[in-house]
């Protein structure tokens, strides 16, 4: 299935908030889920919160069904829970990382920021959003691109960033001091719904 380029908020009515996707908010009036189902309160099968959960995990870190398969096959010959080490891995996703270290105002657009080559790590340039990032890397915004990157985020409010990211947000830098912490992702998910969605593969 390929990334989605759709209407966001429908996404966020069907599955909850999704910081990573968009920060548009969904207007009281509509808190139900779009289609003309949306209103209907029929019990959910197991199945079908399952699928939510993993759901929740696509979109908000904006990656492929089979990406996210590839992730779940890695977390299982890890060392540790399927579950934590999956989050870890989309965690230190380097358009995460940018995000979560508020010099992007989504994941779409941090991903944006990578592709176009405006960021180095160690001193070298990586157009590869889907890098991960290890402890020690030191991650900036390249000079000829610093501009367009602040304007980007001057809509962003200052925001509490994880503690195993040191950040410069004034010279557009982040230093990643350790590995992610899974209980501090930047979206409230039960991974091991994921994991038992996964387990039949």
Known sequence: MARYRGPRLRIVRRLGELPGLTRK???PHKSYAPGQHGKNN???????????????????????????????????KSKGATG?????LLEMRLDTVLF????APTIPAARQIVSHSHVSINEKKVNVVSFLCKKGDQIKIIPKAKSHVKNLITSIKDT???????VDKEN?????????????ACIKINELLVVEYYSQR
């Open 84 to 88: 934590s080490v999956i989050i870890q």
């Open 25 to 27: 908010v969904v207007s």
């Open 172 to 184: 557009l830098e982040i230093k990643v001091l350790e590995v992610a912490n899974p209980q501090k």
């Open 160 to 166: 509490e960033f994880p503690d195993y990211l040191k």
């Open 100 to 103: 979560r270290g508020g010099l």
């Open 42 to 76: 029929k019990k959910p099968s197991d199945y079908l919160i399952r699928l939510r959960e993993k759901q929740k995990l696509r979109y908000n870190y904006g990656v492929s069904e089979h990406q996210l398969y590839r992730y779940v096959q890695t977390a299982r």
